[in-house]
């Protein structure tokens, strides 16, 4: 059974641009996390996608944003890219917002210059 | 405030050499208290979830424990292999997100 697959595995951006990161749960899961880990800090909790709703909201600023489409797939889109916006960014998928276990991708490696 | 507290930060370790990690948390209403393995550069592997206290899990060289303020995860005999930073999360009744400690680095010798 596959797992979490993410995409692309690195970007690079230049500062002001717009990056899009994509997501693909593992089959039959609906829900999808998004986190954000930077060089030597822990996971900082982004966003939580459930049934194509938007559940909870991490303490970052409203040029991160993203969506959940029917397929349960998940975008992430960080608008206006900062330097510091450069890090690790995760997504996991469960198979419900409830009391299961969180599965993760690989991740997807930003850096902004 | 809801809080994850990991301890160590960083462990060195002998092969053979057991030890146990520390995840303590204050949070209102616990659903589940998660263990991952973390490579660098790569995405967190699940290990445990521990849903109430007393729970213990195992796994290979790795056991999980759960009291109502702190979990551990105890490395039995470590080989090289288990060198990562391990990561603790807890969910939250209320949230549904996982909130995430910040690590112990483990580094096994030969």
């Known amino acids: 059974e596959a797992g979490v697959t993410q995409s692309p595995t690195h970007l690079i951006k230049t500062r002001g641009q717009q990056a899009t990161l994509r997501c693909s749960p593992i089959?039959?899961?609906?829900?999808v996390y998004w986190y954000q880990q930077a060089l030597g800090l822990g996971l900082q909790f982004l966003l939580w996608?459930?049934?194509?709703?938007?559940?909870n909201r991490g303490n970052f600023p409203p040029r991160f944003s993203g969506r959940q489409f029917p397929n349960y797939s998940s975008e992430l889109n960080v608008n206006a890219l900062e330097l510091e916006d450069s890090a690790l960014y995760l997504c996991?998928?469960?198979?419900?917002?409830?009391?299961?276990?969180?599965?993760f991708g690989q991740g997807t490696r930003l850096t902004v210059v | 405030e809801d809080q994850v507290t990991q301890s160590p930060e960083a462990l060195r370790l002998q092969e053979g050499e057991s030890s146990s990690l520390n995840c303590s948390y204050t949070?209102?209403?616990?659903?589940?208290l998660f263990w991952y393995r973390q490579d660098p550069g790569k995405g967190p592997e699940f290990l445990f979830t521990?849903?109430?206290a007393g729970e213990e899990k195992e796994k290979e060289r790795l056991k999980a424990t759960l009291t109502k303020k702190e979990s551990f995860l105890h490395i039995t005999a470590p080989k090289p292999e288990d060198s990562a930073t391990y990561l603790c999360?807890?969910?939250?009744?209320?949230?549904?997100?996982?909130?995430f400690g910040a690590g112990t680095q483990v580094v096994v010798t030969p």
């Open positions: 996991a998928s469960s198979p419900n917002g409830g009391n299961t276990e969180a599965f």
């Open positions: 089959s039959g899961h609906t829900s």
């Open positions: 996608y459930d049934e194509g709703e938007e559940r």
């Open positions: 949070v209102s209403g616990l659903r589940g």
């Open positions: 521990l849903y109430s």
């Open positions: 999360a807890v969910q939250a009744t209320s949230w549904g997100k996982l909130q």
